[in-house]
């Protein structure tokens, strides 16, 4: 938690045994074990300051930063694997009517205007979620954000574009 170098060695020795375990579970192979359980002590070294004695001992702590690494690894490999089964081209929607083209860009407009509206913190998450096609984990590495705090900003800052977008369509009906 103090950066200490040395202190990286001493916590594979005393807890290498104990990564490596958890990590030959969720791995589907030996080098996927491997790439695990370095991401998993990187995640301890970024993590360490966040251990509280009074909360739980240092074997569940890392046990547990270490599980969590570990399940959103797992999660990003299934929606890799989940991609990579997409077909490289989908069948073209019919073409859209002058009108239809005119609702979307609208749509489009008001959802941009919503979304603008947002806090910085929530606009940010969502624009790299929409515009950017990132996961929630990709979005926490990327903006050096707490997964969970992401997360919560995505629920948040959709619950408020649906809001506004619901105040906005109101609005429109009630001017027709």
Request: aromatic letters at 6%; hydrophobic letters at 40%; proline letters at 4%.
């Amino acid at each position: 938690a103090q950066g200490d170098p040395n202190a990286v060695g001493e916590c594979v020795d005393r807890y290498g045994a104990l990564v490596w375990s958890i990590a030959r579970r969720f791995a589907t192979d030996p080098d996927d074990a491997e790439d695990a359980v370095q991401e998993a002590f990187i995640e301890l070294w970024r993590k360490a300051e966040r251990y509280d004695a009074t909360r739980s001992s240092e074997p569940t702590f890392i046990a547990l930063v270490v599980r969590r690494k570990l399940i959103d690894r797992a999660r990003l490999r299934a929606t890799h694997e989940r991609d990579e089964r997409l077909p490289e081209e989908f069948d073209a929607p019919s073409t859209l009517s002058a009108t239809d083209s005119v609702d979307v860009a609208d749509e489009a407009r008001r959802a941009a205007k919503a979304l603008a509206e947002l806090r910085p913190e929530e606009r940010r998450v969502l624009e790299l979620s929409i515009y950017h096609g990132l996961t929630h984990e990709q979005i926490a590495r990327a903006i050096q954000m707490p997964l969970g705090t992401v997360k919560t900003h995505v629920r948040k800052g959709l619950e408020r574009v649906r809001a506004l977008l619901g105040v906005q369509a109101l609005a429109k009906e009630a001017q027709a």
